[in-house]
Each structure stands twice: as C-alpha cells, then as structure tokens.
C-alpha cells in the first residue's frame, strides 16, 4: 500500500493560494490520489480525486506530478474556513473495494 | 438528503457498561464504514461493509468491539465492557462504491469512558 508523507501544519493568509504538497513516492499506476479535509469537530469531507490528469472542482484544484510521485492541492483564494486538517490519500485496495487510509495530514491555518 | 446521522452525538459512561453507537448512511449508499479517532492514534478505519455484509473487520480492537448492519439503512458499532482507553470520536461513513469511493461521514460520536 503506498504512503504518504505531509508537512505537519502551514499556514496562510486569507485570500490568497494556499498550496499543499504530499509526497506518495511508491504510489501505483492505477491507485488514485485523494484529498479530504476534517474542519475542527467535524468528520472529515471529500474534496477532490486524480489518477494522472489535473483536476478542478468548485473546492480546489489538484496537480499531480507526470511522475504521479506527488502532489499539490491547491485552494486558490483561502478563506478563513478553510481551516482544517488536510488529508492527502492514496487509495488502498482491501477486499475487493477501495479503502482510502487517512495518515495525519496538514494542520492548515488561515489567518486574517 | 440528510447526510449520514449518528447518534447519541455525545456518550459518558463508565468503565465496564455497554456502549451502542448507531449510525444511518445515506440513502441509496451500499458501502459502510466505522472509524476511530483520537490524538494519539489519528483516525483509524475499524471495519467496514458492502451491501450489509462485513468485508473487514481487521481494524476492530478486540473482542469487545462488534459491528452489525442488520439492513441498508441501520449500523450499529457495540463495545462491551467499555474501558477508558476507548474513548474517542467514532465516525460513521458511507459510499455508493460502485459510482465513486467518495465518503460521506457523520458528525461523529464523541465518547467518554470513565
């Protein structure tokens, strides 16, 4: 099962590109990334999937390396509700389905 | 659509009762999941179903903990005796596997053993 490697927080000011990587240097070539976030209290929330291609959704964008040994989030204009925990995942094969495995992700702080 | 609903939200006991958590996947969603979370360990998958039959248990603690979805809609998370080492936020999800493994999570049970 590939892993991922995350720094353990960042942070960044309102209104601005918050970027954060995520190395998953064994990564497969049909395992996916994932990103989900858990905002204080909450359960965690999806926000975006990529094999190889980039990907845009209403939330963010997600750029994966040609090598697809990292990747980026990248949460173009950060609001102060974009505080969260950001968890980078590779998807994990159990049983038949596909189980993403959340590490500890990045404590991402937005200030004002 | 309501979203995944677990209840009790918030669950004190002591060492030793039985402790239920409940959990309602949204509508239409086949696949199952229990999860644990705490600081020390992060969030840890538990077990988890597909079409109410139980695929992986092998995150389950020990034999204090079981996992039943008797059908599509109703999933209960036992442990008992319960010991303060369990206490933890449990979060329920669920997913319609076959079109995305997008995971929809509950609230979460926030639960104290004394």
């Known amino acids: 099962d590939a892993k991922t490697t995350q720094p353990p927080s960042m942070d960044c000011a309102e209104g601005r590109a918050a970027n954060l990587p995520c190395n998953h240097s064994t990564i497969s070539g049909n395992e996916y990334v994932y990103w989900y976030r858990q905002i204080h209290s909450q359960g965690p929330q999806y926000i975006i999937h990529?094999?190889?291609n980039n990907e845009t959704n209403e939330m963010a964008s997600l750029i994966i390396t040609e090598d697809r040994k990292s990747s980026t989030l990248i949460l173009p204009h950060a609001t102060l509700r974009d505080t969260a925990v950001y968890y980078c995942?590779?998807?994990?094969?159990?049983?038949?389905?596909?189980?993403?495995?959340f590490g500890r992700g990045t404590s991402l702080i937005v200030h004002p | 659509d309501a979203g995944v609903i677990q209840s009790p939200r918030h669950e004190v006991t002591e060492m030793g009762q039985e402790v239920t958590l409940r959990c309602k996947p949204i509508s239409g969603h086949n696949s199952l999941f229990w999860y644990r979370q705490t600081m020390m360990r992060g969030l840890e998958l538990l077990i988890y179903?597909?079409?109410?039959?139980?695929?992986?248990d092998s995150g389950m603690p020990e034999d204090r903990f079981s996992a039943k979805m008797p059908n599509a809609s109703f999933s209960t998370l036992k442990i008992q005796p319960s010991e303060p080492r369990d206490s933890a936020v449990y979060f329920c999800?669920?997913?319609?596997?076959?079109?995305?493994?997008?995971?929809?999570f509950g609230p979460g049970t926030r639960l104290t053993v004394l």
């Open positions: 995942i590779v998807r994990v094969k159990a049983g038949g389905s596909y189980i993403p495995t």
């Open positions: 179903f597909n079409n109410n039959v139980p695929i992986d």
């Open positions: 990529g094999l190889k």
């Open positions: 999800a669920s997913s319609f596997s076959q079109k995305s493994d997008e995971q929809f």
